[in-house]
């Protein structure tokens, strides 16, 4: 029934069909979610209600929807929390709420849901940062959500797309993305990232999408594997960042300080004459100091 411009109510003769799949997306409805749709012992696997004019909260209070393994709400004008309801539903594989107007925090409790493959929560006005709770969603694949990039992503082998792009994020990319190997898509852009882009992110074997647009990276970008097939585009808005595919070349002042910091630091003892020459007097001073003592035990005697 989807894509057939109907207009109204979703109407509450539904909930006692005992339908297992009900797909009303993309057309023009209105109202809420009759509560007979979502109640006790429905025997609903896959609910699509996305792209109509849906409004109040995501689901009716009393939902208890134990056999749901798809939800899709996105495109609508839902407002208030991320319904707790869906803790009721342990066998969610996918969940797609973007594009509504639900606020407050991403609660704790979603991330006990180790059976979810996608989360799709971007386009809202969540707050706050995602919890170190994240590395427990293993199977997680899809991951669109706004706000907070801990190093626990890193730890989400099974990712295959990660877009935290508009998200008012501030650090460094951590360099544990390096992990996330099977990755084919990776959105950063229109953020406060600092730093340098990780050369470890080179390892992304399957990375044919990226972006790092409209941040304040700078530094050499590495330019090598996938990265070597990626646009100017990527990395616009980024004035110090330098390299190919850029026009900009790089200089020793397009260095992160931190790395500028850390090579000075370096620079002397790395050379091998500076080397050498602390080996030999570090023996030197051995030897002597050796028979030092065998001279003062000789004249004590």
Same mark, same amino acid.
């Given at each position: 029934?989807?894509?057939?411009?109907?207009e109204?109510?979703?109407?509450?003769?539904?909930?006692?069909?005992?339908?297992?799949?009900?797909?009303?997306s993309?057309?023009?409805?209105?109202?809420?979610?009759?509560?007979s749709?979502?109640? %006790?012992? !429905?025997? +609903?696997?896959? @609910?699509? #209600? /996305?792209? *109509?004019?849906?409004? $109040?909260?995501?689901? &009716?209070?009393? =939902? %208890?929807? !134990?056999? +749901?393994?798809? @939800?899709? #709400? /996105?495109? *609508?004008?839902?407002? $208030?929390?991320?319904? &707790?309801?869906? =803790? %009721?539903?342990?066998? +969610?594989?996918? @969940?797609?709420?973007?594009? *509504?107007?639900?606020? $407050?925090?991403?609660?704790?409790?979603?991330?006990?849901?180790?059976? +979810?493959?996608?989360?799709?929560?971007?386009? *809202?006005?969540?707050? $706050?940062?995602?919890t170190?709770?994240?590395?427990?969603?293993?199977?997680?694949?899809?991951?669109?959500?706004?706000?907070?990039?801990?190093?626990?992503?890193?730890?989400?082998?099974?990712?295959?797309?990660?877009?935290?792009?508009?998200?008012?994020?501030?650090?460094?990319i951590?360099?544990?993305?390096?992990?996330?190997?099977?990755?084919?898509?990776?959105?950063?852009?229109?953020?406060?990232?600092?730093?340098?882009?990780?050369?470890?992110?080179?390892?992304?074997?399957?990375?044919?999408?990226?972006?790092?647009?409209?941040?304040?990276?700078?530094?050499?970008?590495?330019?090598?594997?996938?990265?070597?097939?990626?646009?100017?585009?990527?990395?616009?808005?980024?004035?110090?960042?330098?390299?190919?595919?850029?026009?900009?070349?790089?200089?020793?002042?397009?260095?992160?300080?931190?790395?500028?910091?850390?090579?000075?630091?370096?620079?002397?003892?790395?050379?091998?004459?500076?080397?050498?020459?602390?080996?030999?007097?570090?023996?030197?001073?051995?030897?002597?100091a050796?028979?030092?003592i065998?001279?003062?035990?000789?004249?004590?005697?």
């Open positions: 029934m989807s894509s057939n411009e109907l109204g109510k979703i109407p509450s003769s539904f909930g006692s069909m005992s339908l297992e799949i009900l797909d009303l993309n057309n023009m409805l209105s109202g809420t979610i009759p509560p749709l979502t109640g %006790n012992d !429905t025997p +609903l696997v896959y @609910l699509n #209600l /996305s792209n *109509n004019t849906l409004q $109040g909260e995501m689901l &009716p209070r009393d =939902s %208890n929807m !134990t056999k +749901l393994e798809c @939800l899709y #709400l /996105s495109g *609508n004008h839902f407002e $208030g929390i991320i319904s &707790p309801a869906i =803790s %009721n539903s342990p066998s +969610l594989v996918i @969940l797609d709420v973007r594009d *509504n107007y639900l606020s $407050g925090k991403i609660p704790k409790w979603l991330y006990d849901h180790r059976h +979810l493959v996608a989360v799709l929560l971007s386009g *809202n006005h969540l707050e $706050g940062h995602l170190q709770r994240l590395y427990r969603m293993q199977r997680l694949q899809v991951f669109d959500v706004s706000r907070g990039i801990p190093i626990e992503i890193g730890e989400l082998s099974q990712l295959l797309s990660l877009n935290l792009s508009h998200s008012s994020l501030t650090g460094s951590p360099i544990s993305f390096q992990n996330l190997t099977r990755v084919e898509n990776l959105d950063l852009s229109h953020n406060m990232l600092r730093g340098k882009i990780p050369s470890e992110l080179v390892a992304l074997t399957y990375l044919s999408a990226f972006s790092v647009a409209y941040n304040n990276l700078s530094g050499r970008i590495p330019f090598e594997r996938q990265f070597s097939t990626f646009e100017m585009r990527c990395y616009d808005g980024n004035p110090e960042l330098c390299g190919d595919p850029l026009p900009r070349k790089c200089s020793r002042t397009n260095q992160p300080k931190e790395e500028k910091d850390e090579k000075e630091s370096n620079r002397i003892i790395d050379h091998p004459l500076f080397f050498y020459a602390f080996v030999t007097v570090s023996y030197a001073f051995g030897f002597w050796f028979f030092g065998l001279i003062i035990k000789k004249n004590w005697r």
